[in-house]
């Protein structure tokens, strides 16, 4: 199946949810090993000026993540998961996430380029808190190569 | 504090990478793909063997970044294309991943610009790597 025509410009819904813990901004900078207290430490944070602990900077991955996995999921896109390498990353940071937060991203399609037989395809992840406060801007290419027989 | 300043380069870091540090970091991402951890998935799909999450080796960049700047709170903006991949043996060696930056002044004040390379052996593994920090200076 080939990509869909029309993907430049779309958007996609909005993802679950995601509740940030404490645990779990402690257990990303251990397998990164970021020993920063204001990944650990809440008083170290507060004294910092955040209300909670707050995430290493490549954290939103996990929610943009959940984006891009769905998008790529999406049947009427036409992506074929094994064909895709994630081909670079780049994170806008409006204010780092913390302990507390409750976020979802909106993917969208900024452009879509043909690059000997591969569609290199530009997507924006804007990540927000339910309550609508920007956090970050996560900007992916994927690189997706021709299936066979197209 | 660090205290960066610009043309002036920070000291180098080193990062060595094993393949638990992978499996670590794919239960911590939600980033289940095999050829992050399965020798057999990986050559099957034309790998030389398990590599890291171009994310992971992206992470640790930003940890360099954040320690140079002092605190994670101070990195505005970071990126990079993954231009080769980081191989990582089955052993308790593994590789080392070093990250070096320069540091650019910006039009903006308060704000240094860290073109970042990052390099696994003689080879570079990220392309366009930088990064963008707050700095009081």
Redesign the interface.
Known sequence: MPLAPDLAGREFPPTPPYDVSRSQIAAFADAIGADDPLHRDPEAAKAAGHPDVIAPPTFPIVVAFQAMTAFMADPDVGIELRNVVHSDQRFEVDRPIRAGDVLTAVISVESVRQAAGTALISTRSLIRTVDGEAVCTAYATLAHRAPEGD | MASLKPDVSPEPAQ?RVRRS?LV??A?????FNPIHWSQRVATE?GLPGVIAH???T???A??A???WAG???R????????TKPVVVPDDESGVVVEVAGEVKPTDTAGRLRIDLTVTCGEQKVL??ARAVVVHDG
């Open positions: 990062f540090d670590r970091y239960g911590a991402s939600g980033d799909v171009g994310m992971y992206l992470g640790l930003g940890r970044v954040a320690e605190g994670a709170d990195v505005v903006e970071l990126g990079g294309r993954f392309g366009m």
